[in-house]
């Protein structure tokens, strides 16, 4: 079940804006220090590069993926998860707004 | 000084998405029940109505607006403010990213 909110965060209040604002998202630090953001992508198909390893949680609506290396996209949904690796891409398409929590590390 | 940062908040995990993607914001609550929201409005003119009184709060970027029933803009700028009444309406126009604290009641 995905969060609708997270708790005890401290959130970044400058937004990261990303390809001319197609993905919007916001950062935010646990009290344990643990890093996310809470972002959207608006309907596009792009391709991010990864630092550290990601996990991509859907909190509403949905996206397709695909790692790269892959030919085959992948659905994400609501409450689903996909992993990606540390100085790696993936591409994503999204039809409607996509809602995720970024998992860092 | 703006806040680079709210601390001890939660964070709304999904966005919320105004003309098109061209105004995310996140909704913020404090440990009070203070509600805010977090948010950029990227390039474009916009007309926003209000239903609680709102105080928007520059962090980065800058913006220029109207009141309802003004006729001259005004420019905000990074740690500058405006508010508007309840139930009222204000235009909004932006040439680069705006990024703000939008702060209700």
Redesign the interface.
Known sequence: M??????????????N?YF???C?S?S??LADGTKKS???I?PSQLTFNTGAPEIMEC??GSCEYKLAGESQWHTSGPGEKFSIGANTSFDIRVAQ?Y?Y?CHFG
Chains 1, 2 share one sequence.
Do not use: R, Y
């Open positions: 995905t969060s609708a909110k997270i708790d005890g965060a401290s959130i970044a209040t400058q937004a804006v001319d604002g197609k919007v916001h935010v630090t809470v972002g959207v608006l909190v509403a707004a809602h929590i």
